[in-house]
């Protein structure tokens, strides 16, 4: 059984950052294809987002498979809710759906800018 | 196909009935990466089309298809990438 503190600390991240994307290794330096795929597709759409890196946190990355209900990484998180890994975050950005989601939800997608 | 894209097919036909299903191994695109094993069978595609996913988010639907698989996920699968569609968009985008 999970702690709570591990659901507390997410809950905290999630709401922090409007953007978070829990992955394996960091954006610059990402350790599988599925993270650095998901990395590209946030960098085209120009939407400023926290990351952390799961793989050096194994609380980190035991609680959220179990907060989310999804087995694996990366995993996007917008305002606080699951959109969802890899090829959902893929194809959302295919049909224009990922960038839809961040202007219903208000979130910046002028990092490249600020 | 090897013994565990016959497992993922097997159990995925069992649990989502599906219209179109087609399991692909990708394992040797991923050959020497992390969670790769000598014996293979690490990283699979699927595609699937069934009409449980009508209705459902992308979210829900994959969820679906990793709770069909989730004791070969745990124990044995390391990647797996879903195409999850219904019957109605199968069509349309074969079209």
């Known amino acids: 059984m999970m702690t709570n503190a591990v659901f507390d600390r997410i809950k905290e991240q999630i709401e922090r950052d409007d953007v978070v994307l829990y992955m394996k290794g960091t954006p610059v330096f990402p350790m599988c294809g599925f993270s650095a795929a998901t990395v590209q597709v946030l960098g085209q759409t120009g939407v400023k987002f926290q990351s952390y890196n799961i793989l050096e946190d194994m609380e980190l990355r035991n609680g959220l498979k179990e907060f989310g209900n999804w087995p694996t990484f990366p995993q996007l998180y917008v305002k606080g809710e699951l959109i969802g ?17 961040f202007q219903e939800k208000g979130v910046n997608t002028n990092a490249a800018v600020a | 196909m090897g013994l565990v894209g016959t497992a993922i097919e097997a159990q995925l036909r069992a649990s989502l009935a599906p219209a179109q299903l087609q399991v692909i191994d990708q394992s040797a695109q991923h050959a020497g990466h992390a969670g790769a094993r000598d014996d293979g069978e690490t990283h699979f595609l699927v595609e699937i089309v069934t009409p449980l996913f009508e209705g459902k ?6 969820r679906l298809v990793n709770e069909a698989l989730a004791e070969l996920l745990r124990n044995r699968v390391h990647a797996l990438s879903i195409r999850a569609l219904t019957p109605a968009e199968a069509s349309s985008q074969a079209r």
């Open chain 1, 85 to 101: 890994g890899c090829d959902i975050v893929r194809e959302m950005y295919e049909t224009g759906e990922l960038e839809a989601l």
């Open chain 2, 57 to 62: 988010r992308r979210l829900e639907r994959h």
